[in-house]
């Protein structure tokens, strides 16, 4: 999971060579009205040069205006826009699925970043530019940190929904009744503990995981309230942005890494898959026995 304000910076030429700003003309509402309006007119009037001129018209439109900068900065604008109203949405509900104590601490860490804006806010012209640069940091930091607080939700949740000691326990009373089982049970057993112990690792691995996301979160709230005292004061907002753009690249790290722990349980399926196997193999097996006791 790379920032949403990352992302935005890195993929911005990407996404402009996707516009067509041919359509982006076609559709703009002013030409749809005017070729309604043609197309009306030619209707009533029962002559087809309405509709010819006008396409000569629509045309040279096309040709020309898709290819103005003022009107591929627009459209530019109204993409930019469009995805950031999707980016809120998405944080929007991102938030909306938080219990309601991380819920609060992102309401605090939001207010935090308000503040550090309005105090920045006050600087010369000359440091716009570097203002711009500790707005768009602030964005992709809150974004990123709403994501490690969805992360750590979940891996509470699944902590408190999974007791590492029945892993065990179940392990100790499969090892003991296998060598009373028969060989077709003791597959099975011997897939099941395999599956076990990887469930057990899985959740150490979380366990370990949580502590990260813990301490990065801590650690972005804690920069941030370092940045807001110091915004008080402060008159060079470059080391601002230097601080906030580390900050960034750690939450990223922090990301991958649970990325790297979700992606261990994809891990499980061929294992069920070979488990499901051999209980259809017993099945048969089972099922064909009884039609010989019957057949006798």
């Known amino acids: 999971m790379a920032l949403l304000s990352s992302q935005g910076q890195s993929n911005a030429p990407e996404q402009q060579e996707q516009i067509s700003y041919v359509k982006e003309a ?13 197309g009306a007119f030619a209707l009533i009037s029962g002559s087809f040069l309405p509709i010819i001129l006008a396409g000569g018209l629509e045309l040279m439109y096309l040709a020309t205006v898709p290819h103005n900068d003022r009107f591929r900065r627009l459209v ?8 950031q109203r999707k980016r809120q949405q998405q944080l929007g509900e991102m938030l909306r699925t938080l219990p309601a104590e991380m819920q609060s601490r992102y309401v605090h860490s939001a207010q935090i970043c308000t503040v550090i804006r309005s105090n920045f806010a006050q600087f010369s012209s000359t440091s716009q530019i570097f203002l711009q640069q500790i707005d768009a940091r602030l964005q992709g930091l809150l974004s990123g940190y709403a994501r490690l607080l969805l992360a750590a939700s979940q891996q509470q949740q699944y902590m408190r929904s999974t007791d590492p000691g029945e892993f065990k326990r179940e392990i100790t009373g499969l090892q003991k009744a296998m060598a009373n089982d028969p060989p077709k049970v003791q597959e099975i057993n011997k897939k ?27 650690a972005v709230e804690d920069v941030l309230m370092l940045v807001r005292d110091q915004s008080v004061t402060m008159r060079d907002p470059q080391q601002v942005s230097d601080r906030l753009d580390s900050l960034v690249h750690d939450v990223e790290q922090t990301e991958q890494t649970v990325q790297q722990v979700e992606a261990i349980f994809s891990d499980l399926s061929p294992e069920l898959d070979g488990l499901m196997s051999l209980d259809d193999s017993v099945a048969s097996s089972s099922s064909g026995t009884a039609r010989i006791r019957m057949s006798n």
């Open 192 to 218: 099941r503990i395999e599956i076990l112990t990887k469930r057990q690792e899985k959740y150490d691995k979380i366990s370990e995981n949580r502590k990260v996301v813990d301490a990065q979160l801590s």
């Open 26 to 38: 076609f559709h703009l509402q002013y030409n749809l009205i005017a070729l309604a309006g043609v």
């Open 76 to 83: 530019r604008s109204w993409k930019f826009a469009e995805q």
